[in-house]
């Protein structure tokens, strides 16, 4: 472990950007964002950016091919380049965990070659979340804020930084750094941790419970009663799938350039309402049947596909950002049965 003064953190974020990309979260007049690392760029104090750092691997639009048309011929141009190395600070445990589920999507056969070059050139730098939020339940599904994981963990005091390699990518960007980080022990942090938890423990959603979700719950779970309020007032409006660090659908669209035709592919969201329309039909025609789909995929379809990892992670973005208060903790809490109370 290596540490460094919060005075000398500017010079750190400078030595990385010589070598490659840096991106931090700054405050910005619409919250949290991430930004590219320069001179005047202040690290922001908040708990969560806005937006999840999925952006990074899983743009929100991103060019897949381009096609030239002369008469019957058809040439397709392959635009993918070699992705330069970067650098994400400051990613929560929540957000960590969301490249896990990311990952199972993307990087299984037949493996994703857009995210999995962003992957393999990427580094995240987590962060300990010393004031976790009142809309925070990440250790419903077994994830440790004080123990945020990425290639490099670090925890934030008053006046220091502490810095934790974990994987191979981040003892090297450390050892980088050594002339800036001097050697220490794990006292500090180990105490921070210990706070952490303690404050975690008394958070208001530490009980919810996914003991009611998970693989094989399809048939008892798909036709309760209970989806038909809970559905009612959603607005479809997309909102909790675009703030949301798991979500992976999008569409692809062709564009026409005027000099050939443009393949990019962009998120969507399985709350709108021609998310499922075909050249036959809607398969998923009310709000009602979209809504369960979310849900259920979150808590049910993804853990039995996976070896039961739910694909949420707890950071509580749709519990703050959704226009009418609908999230996944009332669904939890309404079709699983108040568990934490």
Same mark, same amino acid.
């Given at each position: 472990?290596?540490?460094?003064?919060?005075?000398?953190?500017?010079?750190?974020?400078?030595?990385?950007?010589?070598?490659?990309?840096?991106?931090?979260?700054?405050?910005?007049?619409?919250?949290?964002?991430?930004?590219?690392?320069?001179?005047?760029? %202040?690290?922001?104090?908040?708990?969560? %950016?806005?937006?999840?750092?999925?952006?990074?691997?899983?743009?929100?639009?991103?060019?897949?091919?381009?096609?030239?048309?002369?008469?019957? /011929?058809?040439?397709?141009?392959?635009?993918?380049?070699?992705?330069?190395?970067?650098?994400?600070?400051?990613?929560?445990?929540?957000?960590?965990?969301?490249?896990?589920?990311?990952?199972? #999507?993307?990087?299984?056969?037949?493996?994703?070659?857009?995210?999995?070059?962003?992957?393999?050139?990427?580094?995240?730098?987590?962060?300990?979340?010393?004031?976790?939020?009142?809309?925070?339940?990440?250790?419903?599904?077994?994830?440790?804020?004080?123990?945020?994981?990425?290639?490099?963990?670090?925890?934030?005091?008053?006046?220091?930084?502490?810095?934790?390699?974990?994987?191979?990518?981040?003892?090297?960007?450390?050892?980088?750094?050594?002339?800036?980080?001097?050697?220490?022990?794990?006292? /500090?942090?180990?105490?921070?941790?210990?706070?952490?938890?303690?404050?975690?423990?008394?958070?208001?959603?530490?009980?919810?419970?996914?003991?009611?979700?998970?693989?094989?719950?399809?048939? /008892?779970?798909?036709?309760?009663?209970?989806?038909?309020?809970?559905?009612?007032?959603?607005?479809?409006?997309? %909102?909790? %799938?675009? #703030?949301?660090?798991?979500?992976?659908?999008?569409?692809?669209?062709?564009?026409?350039?005027?000099?050939?035709?443009?393949?990019?592919?962009?998120?969507?969201?399985?709350?709108?309402?021609?998310?499922?329309?075909?050249?036959?039909?809607?398969?998923?025609?009310?709000?009602?049947?979209? +809504?369960?789909?979310?849900?259920?995929?979150?808590?049910?379809?993804?853990?039995?596909?996976?070896?039961?990892? +739910?694909?949420? #992670?707890?950071?509580?973005?749709?519990?703050?950002?959704?226009?009418?208060?609908?999230?996944?903790?009332?669904?939890?809490?309404?079709?699983?049965?108040?568990?934490?109370?």
């Amino acid at each position: 472990m290596r540490k460094c003064s919060l005075d000398n953190l500017n010079a750190v974020f400078n030595k990385i950007s010589e070598e490659m990309m840096l991106f931090v979260p700054a405050d910005t007049e619409n919250g949290a964002e991430y930004r590219k690392w320069e001179e005047g760029v %202040t690290l922001s104090d908040k708990l969560n %950016t806005n937006k999840s750092p999925k952006d990074f691997f899983f743009p929100q639009v991103e060019n897949l091919m381009e096609f030239k048309v002369n008469g019957k /011929e058809i040439e397709v141009i392959d635009t993918r380049s070699e992705h330069e190395d970067f650098v994400v600070f400051g990613v929560r445990a929540c957000d960590v965990k969301s490249f896990d589920v990311l990952d199972r #999507v993307f990087l299984t056969e037949p493996c994703d070659s857009y995210y999995a070059n962003k992957r393999e050139h990427g580094l995240i730098i987590s962060m300990a979340c010393t004031k976790p939020s009142e809309t925070c339940f990440c250790q419903t599904f077994d994830i440790d804020a004080s123990n945020p994981g990425g290639d490099i963990s670090c925890f934030k005091t008053e006046s220091e930084i502490y810095f934790k390699a974990n994987t191979e990518k981040g003892e090297k960007l450390l050892a980088k750094l050594s002339d800036l980080t001097e050697e220490c022990d794990d006292k /500090e942090v180990t105490k921070q941790q210990e706070k952490i938890k303690e404050i975690m423990k008394k958070l208001p959603l530490a009980g919810l419970s996914t003991e009611k979700f998970g693989g094989g719950k399809t048939e /008892e779970l798909f036709d309760a009663p209970e989806w038909e309020e809970l559905s009612s007032a959603c607005l479809g409006c997309g %909102t909790c %799938t675009f #703030v949301c660090p798991t979500c992976q659908c999008y569409d692809i669209k062709d564009f026409n350039t005027n000099k050939g035709v443009l393949r990019f592919r962009c998120w969507d969201s399985c709350m709108y309402s021609d998310f499922t329309k075909m050249a036959h039909g809607n398969s998923r025609n009310s709000q009602k049947e979209r +809504f369960r789909q979310r849900f259920m995929h979150k808590l049910v379809y993804y853990p039995e596909n996976n070896d039961g990892l +739910f694909s949420c #992670v707890g950071c509580g973005r749709c519990l703050a950002k959704c226009p009418i208060s609908m999230n996944i903790v009332k669904v939890m809490k309404t079709i699983g049965g108040k568990s934490d109370e």
